[in-house]
């Protein structure tokens, strides 16, 4: 019988040492199990710590080891048959049953196995499935050394645990488990117990609660809201080779403080900046005169009053809530006018808000050149034919004749009237007459008059009125004549004084006859101009017929439009070509030929119009673009003046012609930077390249290139 030495557990049977020492190969003879051997330490020892095991292993198989683990450690095992592996282990040190245990555990954990607990059963399993099965789960205590699978969880106070989670992923091995609560903010790990220990140190050093110590400082003299933003501006700037800073800064209007939170050194410093900048103006007093350079300061300060008015009513609602606030009602604003200024007393909040409005309203306002083009080619035809005819037979016969109207205003009859009474000529008739007659006592009288008249008018106008006018701002341009027109006259015959004097009485009314330019530019962001046009070209029309009065041609274009820079669009216009026939005869007798033409007048009316009104907008951001098109007009008109003389001598001997002088507007030195509006093209952007349109705006007022006249579209035969 072999004997159990002093100081061996119970469960250290007689079988297992006899199992043991038959497993007692040479070392180096091949795959199995190496001399083990058991020290016997004094009794009391051997009662404390239990055996010591020096294991030494060479290929063997996994299954034997988990054998030989069991017996020492009691515990029950499960092997997957999964799990097959060939085990090397050395060992020069004598270890304890646990201490064997935790080797055992690492041997599985370099294999890709695990040993997961259930109940009294210990399952070894691939490291792949080791998360869905139960563990060493919520242990009091999670060992540095172990490699056993624990499941932790983890409470995190300072930091969000979602944020930790993509930083502690790769130190998770792939069986492992790392996810995030964020409902209580916590951390569940599941892996290895001496890999949780390592990462809940890791969490433990990076949750550390910040500093959260908070100063505040009343101002007495600065703006707290002004002093904050001047603070985080600089903060803002790059710091090299530092990190972010955790230092916050808000202001406190109501109290006019200034609070600051983060690390007690970065506090202390921006405690000595925040009370550098609380100090008094040198100027002293809370009043500022602003000299505006573009806007009336009278307009501007009626604006101004009413965004105080806003101001003061939300500071009074603020005070009568939280109490000492400051007093924001002493605040007074006028304007100068002798010098466009602003006087403006307020306290430094008020006065920064109505400084930044001016600012952005005291701005070099963009220009428009608007140039329109107004081209009209009429004309109008009217032709008469007729014949009138008498007989006058002998006394027993009767007389006849053909009166069938009259022709260009004149009758046989008027013809006959004249002659009889020469003085009853008022007025001569128009057109071609031949006549034929014979007037005797005796025998037959007769007298026939063919009248042809044919007249024709031609209008061709081509106006080309131009307006610069700021941005946004309405301007109007009138090149008219005031035409009298009679709207009403009598006669009143004196009696008083018995002499029947006459005095003739008209009522006149003059109208104006020309080109009126209304217009309202507005630019876009993208240099876009929508332009407000009202057009109006009206003209003295030359008729082909009488008329009782003046005709006047009236053209009226009310419209908005949408316009790209230099861009030339067409607003409207009228096509139109009509032909009249008229046509009067004596029934039946008009209808036979040829000699139908004795008894019938034909006259004719043929009209055409072809109207077109053209329309280009050009912004002027600058005083060098305002130049350009000055010089460009001005030059134009010296050349015109220039040419007057044609070589021909002078009437006046000694008379200089009145002659523009020669004048330079563009400037030799670089134009200046435009202040655009924000509205316009920032000035950094790079001039465009000419092309064929930019060419053409350099031409004068009477150079915009033209646009033919339409031709009217022949009438149709019969129409």
């Known amino acids: 019988m072999t004997t159990v030495p002093a100081g061996l557990p119970a469960r250290l049977t007689p079988r297992v040492l006899a199992l043991m020492l038959a497993m007692l190969p040479v070392f180096g003879a ?17 009662r404390a710590a239990g055996p010591m095991i020096t294991p030494n292993y060479k290929d063997a198989d996994l299954g034997q080891i988990v054998e030989a683990v069991s017996q020492v450690t009691g515990k029950n095992f499960i092997i997957d048959p999964r799990a097959r592996a060939q085990v090397t282990m050395l060992s020069a040190t004598p270890m304890s049953a646990d201490a064997f245990y935790e080797a055992f555990l ?91 220990n390592r ?110 008015n806003g101001l003061q009513a939300a500071a009074g609602s603020g005070a009568s809530a939280g109490g000492g606030a400051r007093n924001e009602n002493s605040t007074t604003l006028w304007a100068d006018p002798d010098t466009n200024a602003l006087v403006i007393t307020a306290p430094p909040k008020i006065m920064r808000s109505l400084m930044s409005v001016v600012d952005r309203l005291d701005i070099r306002r963009a220009q428009v050149l608007v140039e329109a083009i107004i081209v009209e080619v009429s004309g109008d035809k009217n032709v ?59 025998g037959t009288s007769f007298a026939a008059i063919l009248r042809a008249i044919r007249g024709d008018a031609h209008t061709n106008i081509i106006s080309t009125p131009s307006i610069i006018t700021l941005d946004n701002q309405e301007a109007q341009i009138k ?29 006149i009314q003059r109208q104006e006859v020309g080109t009126i330019l209304k217009i309202t530019p507005q630019i876009t962001d993208d240099n876009t101009i929508v332009l407000k046009i009202e057009q109006e070209a009206s003209s003295l029309s030359a008729t082909a017929t009488s008329a009782v009065d003046l005709i006047t041609n009236k053209r009226t274009i009310s419209t908005r439009v949408l316009a790209e820079d230099g861009e030339v669009i067409v607003l409207g216009g009228l096509i139109s070509d009509s032909l009249t026939d008229g046509e009067q005869r004596v029934p039946f007798l008009g209808r036979v030929p040829l000699l139908g033409e004795l008894f019938r007048t034909r ?91 930019s060419v053409s705006d350099k031409l004068p007022v009477g150079a915009i290139p033209s646009v033919a006249p339409t031709r009217a579209t022949p009438a149709t035969p019969g129409t």
């Open 603 to 693: 006259n004719a009316k043929k009209t055409k119009t072809n109207l077109m009104v053209f329309i280009r907008p050009k912004i002027l951001l600058d005083a060098h673009s305002v130049a350009v098109e000055t010089e460009t007009k001005y030059n134009y008109l010296r050349g015109i003046q220039s040419g007057r003389s044609n070589g021909r001598a002078p009437m006046l001997p000694g008379e200089r012609q009145p002659t523009l002088p020669a004048m330079e507007f563009l400037s030799p030195r670089p134009a200046p930077q435009p202040v655009a509006p924000p509205s316009a093209t920032p000035a950094s952007e790079p001039a465009k390249e000419p092309t064929q349109e």
């Open 106 to 196: 690492s041997i599985l954990q370099v294999h890709g196995f695990v040993a997961v607990p259930s109940g009294r059963v210990w399952k070894i399993i691939p490291d792949a499935n080791a998360r869905q099965v139960p563990a060493n789960d919520l242990p009091d205590k999670v060992s540095a050394t172990s490699d056993e699978i624990v499941t932790q969880v983890m409470q995190v106070r300072n930091v969000s645990a979602a944020q930790l989670v993509p930083i502690l992923r790769p130190l998770i091995p792939q069986y492992g488990h790392l996810a995030a609560y964020p409902s209580s903010n916590m951390l569940i790990i599941s892996d290895r117990a001496n890999n949780v």
């Open 30 to 46: 091949g795959p199995g199990l190496v001399p083990i051997a058991l020290a016997q330490a004094p009794a009391a020892a051997s």
């Open 199 to 308: 990462l809940m140190r890791i969490i433990k050093r990076i949750d550390q609660a910040g500093d959260e110590d908070i100063d505040v400082i009343r101002l007495e003299h600065a703006s707290a809201a002004e002093v904050v933003r001047v603070v985080n501006s600089l903060a803002a700037q790059p710091q090299g080779g530092e990190g972010g800073s955790t230092v916050k800064l808000v202001a406190d209007e109501r109290t006019n403080s200034v609070l600051i939170s983060g690390e007690s050194g970065a506090r202390l410093r921006l405690k000595a900046l925040v009370a550098h900048l609380d100090t008094p103006l040198e100027s002293g007093g809370d009043t500022q005169v602003r000299y505006l350079r573009y806007s009336d300061a009278e307009k501007i300060a009626g604006k101004l009053k009413e965004q105080l």
């Open 479 to 507: 090149v008219a004549q005031e035409v009298p027109f009679i709207t009403g006259q009598f006669t009143n015959t004196g009696s008083g004084s018995g002499n029947g004097s006459v005095n003739p009485f008209q009522t």
């Open 384 to 442: 008469d034919l007729g014949v009138n005819w008498v007989v006058d037979g002998s006394k027993d016969q009767l007389a006849a004749g053909g009166f069938v109207s009259p022709i260009g205003g004149t009758s046989i009859g008027d013809i006959y009237r004249a002659v009889k009474d020469p003085t009853s000529i008022t007025t001569l008739p128009t057109g071609v007459t031949f006549g034929v007659g014979r007037l005797s006592d005796t």
